[in-house]
Structure formats: structure tokens, C-alpha cells
């Protein structure tokens, strides 16, 4: 098992920054590929970003590509997404996951919810025009 507690969500005005945080528990850390989803009103649960165990493969959606960074401290148990110049269209309940790493695989097995097992409960962002 593996437990994930998101952080670092709020109110933030359009053009603004944000870093969230996810704190991991339970078996080594290291061992998961981490992603990040969100999902807004009324839309179905999306792919934001994703970082695999060691830190060195990243993938994001479109929509955020060169806006956000994902990346992962396997010493702190911990996988931060750095929002940069958001806009209201980012506004979401944003989602850490966790999913058994599988070194061959490729980045776009990720994409989808149903490589992870473990999800946080997630932390609300708000993006003001």
C-alpha cells in the first residue's frame, strides 16, 4: 500500500504560479512511477504530467507543456508539480497517483488513470482572470 497526501493548492491569479506537493508513504518510494491528473467540473479526471522512478523520464499533456514541471525528491518522498503562468482553464481538483514502475515501458502507459492503484485525495486549484 501506499499512501499520498496532496499540498500546495489555493487561489491564484491568472498568469500566477503554484507548487504542489505530494508526500508519499508505505512501500520504497522509488519504486512508482508518479503522475499527476485533474479533473474540473463536470469534465472527466485528465493526465497532467507524469515522472518516472528515477526522476530523469517526464511527459506532460499539451495543454500544460512548458507551463508546468514535474519532478520528484525519492529521498523526501515527495513529487512536486511547479505551475507556471496558469490560467483559468487550469482550474481543477488536482490528483498525485502512484503506479508500479515497469522499466520498459513507455512514458504513454502512464497517460491513464488505470496505471495507478494509489491516489491522493486530492487539493483544489483556482485559477482568477
Known amino acids: 500500500q501506499v499512501q499520498l497526501v496532496e499540498s500546495g493548492g489555493g487561489l491564484v491569479q491568472a498568469g500566477g504560479s503554484l507548487r504542489l506537493s505530494c508526500a508519499a508513504s508505505?512501500?520504497?518510494?522509488?519504486?512508482?512511477?508518479m503522475g499527476w491528473f485533474r479533473q474540473a467540473p463536470g469534465k472527466e479526471r485528465e493526465f497532467v504530467a507524469v515522472v518516472r522512478w528515477s526522476g530523469g523520464r517526464t511527459d506532460y499533456a499539451d495543454s500544460v507543456k512548458g507551463r508546468f514541471t514535474i519532478s520528484r525528491d525519492n529521498a523526501k518522498n515527495t513529487v512536486y508539480l511547479q505551475m507556471n503562468s496558469v490560467k483559468p482553464e487550469d482550474t481543477a481538483v488536482y490528483y498525485c497517483?502512484?503506479?508500479?514502475?515497469?522499466?520498459?515501458?513507455?512514458?504513454?502507459?502512464?497517460?491513464?488513470?488505470?496505471?495507478?492503484?494509489?491516489w491522493g485525495q486530492g487539493t483544489q486549484v483556482t485559477v482568477s482572470s
Open positions: 497517483a502512484a503506479g508500479p514502475e515497469i522499466p520498459l515501458i513507455r512514458n504513454s502507459y502512464y497517460y491513464t488513470s488505470d496505471a495507478y492503484p494509489y
Open positions: 508505505g512501500r520504497p518510494f522509488s519504486s512508482y512511477t
